[in-house]
T-cell receptor, first 113, second 111 residues
Framework: NAGVTQTPKFQVLKTGQSMTLQCAQDMNHEYMSWYRQDPGMGLRLIHYSVGAGITDQGEVPNGYNVSRSTTEDFPLRLLSAAPSQTSVYFC????????????FGQGTRLTVV | DAKTTQPNSMESNEEEPVHLPCNHSTISGTDYIHWYRQLPSQGPEYVIHGLTSNVNNRMASLAIAEDRKSSTLILHRATLRDAAVYYCILRNNTNAGKSTFGDGTTLTVKP
């Protein structure tokens, strides 16, 4: 079982460039979410999805877009990268019930110069 | 959504028990108490969860106060590999897709 797979693992962007962070899960989970983690800080929710075609904003959505066309994939798009978006990004998936565990990917370390 | 409060950091000696506290005074009756940990340079991983009763698994134990306003994650014998950031979060059937994490507790284990 691969679980939650994020690509790429590392990325360097120039200010103003755009890119897509990929996230795929093979557990048929309805829920998927994106977090960012700045150095020495906890995780902050960017966007989440409760099913294919349904997305919503989290705590820090500005500068990011998401879409969910399939159950398996939940890409995160940076429209115009800024140095403030330098962070480690984590994708998670889980079932809808509150008594089920969430599974996280290994993260994408993004640096914007 | 109810929030949790954890100490920023704790220290423990190797092979001693560790009790990591979490306060959640505004917890609702349908909230499950979850604990996750994040090892250095890795994504968070599930540790344990519970609703009302104390829970044990191979990784840890979870002690839940009778009024459910606080809980304690217990590592029975800390090892150096347990050094991590530990997060306490609340999840229910309506917010399971948008869990919010605080800064967690950074556990340092001394040899």
């Amino acid at each position: 079982n691969a679980g939650v797979t994020q690509t790429p693992k590392f990325q360097v962007l120039k200010t103003g460039q755009s890119m897509t962070l990929q996230c795929a899960q093979d557990m048929n989970h309805e829920y998927m979410s994106w977090y960012r983690q700045d150095p020495g800080m906890g995780l902050r929710l960017i966007h989440y999805s409760v099913g294919a075609g349904i997305t919503d904003q989290g705590e820090v959505p500005n500068g990011y877009n998401v879409s969910r066309s399939t159950t398996e994939d939940f890409p995160l798009r940076l429209l115009s990268a800024a140095p403030s978006q330098t962070s480690v990004y984590f994708c998670a998936s889980n079932s809808p019930e509150g008594n089920t565990e969430a599974f996280f990917g290994q993260g994408t370390r993004l640096t914007v110069v | 959504d109810a929030k949790t409060t954890q100490p920023n950091s704790m220290e423990s000696n190797e092979e001693e028990p560790v009790h990591l506290p979490c306060n959640h005074s505004t917890i609702s009756g349908t909230d499950y108490i979850h604990w996750y940990r994040q090892l250095p340079s890795q994504g968070p991983e599930y540790v344990i969860h519970g609703l009302t009763s104390n829970v044990n698994n191979r990784m840890a134990s979870l002690a839940i106060a009778e009024d459910r306003k606080s809980s304690t994650l217990i590592l029975h014998r800390a090892t150096l590999r347990d050094a991590a950031v530990y997060y306490c979060i609340l999840r229910n059937n309506t917010n399971a897709g948008k869990s919010t994490f605080g800064d967690g507790t950074t556990l340092t284990v001394k040899p």
